[in-house]
């Protein structure tokens, strides 16, 4: 069988190759404590679920969506304006996601044509790459380093490539590195696209997992739907991932263009699924503060355990992960991951999984209880990985 060429843009996930790893030393009898896949273990709220569960049990409920539920398009209008002070058009600014990794993976199919350039971070999560790739886009990277704060240098981006780029894939809260942009990089954002006519897509999901100061919206910003959109998402804020939820919001044409091709992909998302959106981001929202307060801990225990036992990490002002350095005497985060794996069953994903900017650190999720953390610093220690060499 001779496979579509495009599929050669993708080797194995490095997720199916850590889940390989997992089932493997599972299936030996051998303690896992996986700290790799940004699953969230935190549920959504009771209201929201019985919502899911009083809508599902509607027999009305099972026709195709075809389209947005006034009701949602107006729900995510409100939540913009109370969350980030955003003024949305409800009808033509909003457009449904079945989760931000579709929209990932489609938008680039509704601008790029083979060959046109894209511009994307390094380190960077995989379908910010992979969806322009399968759209035969040129991709160019932009490193993120630790010396700037992990933000894009904008100066240090080659001018014709820049002439010539027609997206530019933005995320802040950043994944994997943890790292937050401020104001002023935010109008620099916008200034750069607007010299240069870039669309700006910003994937904006961990906005509420800010642990010092409330994240923002790139739309607060002034001139920011001049030049693009956002992508936000339920999922991590209100432990809806498997039911995937996102939205694409801002610039009135490129929502069009999303609508368009969404009613050539799929019907919509499921009525219930709809409805507990809205219950989501309209009801009592003391869960979102739970869900941050529940991650700042993970956090500090996680961190400060890592340290206590010689793991001399950062820790990081929001996300649900840790990005961290590997000790000093490993050459390389591939190596790192695999000798922690082997002699502890803690398994992390190696940073040049993201990128090659990526490489020497490793991502570690805030997905388990505090027992089980406890549990992995305990057999980190034991392991004897970071004593001094």
Known sequence: MNYADRMSVFGESIFTTLAKMRYQRSAEGKEVIDLSIGAPNIPPALRIREIISKEALDPKNYVYAITDLTDLQNAVAAWYARRYGVKIDAQ?????????????????????NPGDIVLVQ????????????????????????KENDYLIDFEAIDEEVAKKAKLMVVSYPNNPTCAIANDDFYHRLIAFAKKYDIIVLHDNAYSELLYTTPGHSFLEYE??????????????????????????????????EIKVLKSNL???????????????????????????????????????GCQAIGWNI????????????IPDHYQDAESFTYD?????GVLVVPGNAFGTH??????????QDDETIKHALEVMDASGIFQSH
């Open 122 to 145: 390094d380190p960077c999560y995989p379908i910010f790459r992979d969806g322009p790739l399968l759209a035969g886009a040129d991709v160019h990277y932009m490193p993120l380093l």
């Open 340 to 344: 922690l794996f082997n002699k502890t």
């Open 92 to 112: 033509n600014e909003v457009s449904s996601l079945l989760g931000s990794q579709e929209g990932l993976s489609h938008l680039a199919l509704t601008l790029i």
């Open 314 to 325: 950062e820790k990081p002002l929001g996300t649900m992960f840790v990005w961290a350095k």
């Open 358 to 367: 990526g490489e020497g650190y490793v991502r570690m999720a805030l997905v």
């Open 266 to 304: 799929d019907y919509g998302m499921f009525l219930p699924i709809q409805k507990a959106a809205i219950e989501a981001i309209t009801g009592d929202q003391r869960c979102v503060e739970e869900t941050r307060n529940a991650y700042r801990h993970r956090r500090d225990l996680l961190v400060d």
């Open 223 to 256: 001139g920011a739907k001049d030049v693009g959109l956002e992508f936000n998402s339920l999922s991590k804020t209100y432990g809806l991932a498997g039911a995937r939820i996102g939205f694409a919001i801002g610039r009135k044409d490129l929502i069009d």
